[in-house]
């Protein structure tokens, strides 16, 4: 679940440990789903091979570049990446260049992803950013997976992320309790719920003597809290729910039960 406008994708691979070569051409495929995603919002924001993370420009949705793998590996890498908006598609390429004629290298024995004896040396990933389209109602999914394909042969499927969309604030309510309390320790309690991300903790509101009502306990995420009443005062309480992607219960405190302790009284909202 989430609430944002962006979603943050990367796509990673490695090449088997059990392979006979090194893969000189990697190619990326990602068909988007133009249904809920803004293609033409979609931001590449870096790629990386081995330990090696390349920062791409600001706002390209199409990139070309390439690194240097010297000394480690003999090779040039050209990452190349563009977007087809007509069939929604990102491809991305890694393709292994002879560093000095910079043309794909002819050595069967070169590439830029050997195998991955020692996880997780020589990986490669790319990181990419997309808008979702406006209007979406509560409870759309956006699902996306993407193709690897090494060198020439048959494309590997990347598990399937599901992200759904949250824009539901969660509810709470205060826990009544006995209206006559002897002790001067209160123990208020809360409940609440949210049928989507799950609630991840509550902020308690107090007023004392009718004034205005501040933070009390913040980020609370067990169900009570216990304090000292001062005689001759008045308290009163109100909860505020946060769920797991940040939608906040928006509510106004309305009094619907009293506590008296001694000479004093303890609203609950």
Not at 138 to 143: A, C, D, P
């Amino acid at each position: 679940y989430f609430n944002n406008q962006i979603l943050d994708y990367e796509i990673a691979f490695e090449n088997v440990d059990t392979a006979s070569a090194a893969a000189q051409l990697v190619t990326l495929i990602d068909t988007l789903d133009q249904n809920t995603l803004d293609l033409s919002s979609l931001h590449l924001n870096y790629f990386i091979i081995d330990d090696s993370t390349y920062s791409i420009p600001p706002n390209r949705s199409e990139y070309t570049t390439d690194v240097d793998l010297r000394p480690k590996i003999n090779l040039k890498v050209r990452f190349n990446a563009m977007i087809d908006t007509l069939n929604s598609i990102l491809k991305v390429q890694f393709l292994s260049l002879d560093p000095e004629s910079l043309e794909l290298t002819e050595d069967v024995f070169a590439g830029f992803i050997p195998p991955n004896v020692n996880a997780p040396v020589w990986e490669g990933r790319v990181g990419f950013s997309i808008r979702l389209k406006k209007d979406l109602q509560h409870g759309t999914q956006i699902r996306n997976k993407a193709s690897i394909i090494f060198d020439f042969n048959e494309p590997i499927i990347t598990n399937e992320t599901l992200n759904t969309l949250d824009l539901e604030e969660p509810i709470s309510q205060m826990e009544e309790i006995n209206p006559f309390q002897k002790d001067s320790l209160i123990t208020i309690s809360w409940f609440g719920s949210d049928f989507d991300a799950g609630i991840f903790s509550y902020d308690l509101y107090r007023s004392v003597n009718d004034g205005e009502f501040e933070l009390f306990r913040q980020r609370q995420f067990d169900n009570e809290v216990t304090f000292t009443a001062h005689p001759d005062s008045l308290y009163a309480f109100y909860s505020v729910a946060v769920d797991s992607v940040g939608n906040v219960e928006n509510k106004e405190a309305v009094s619907v039960i009293s506590v008296e302790v001694g000479e004093s009284i303890i609203d609950i909202l």
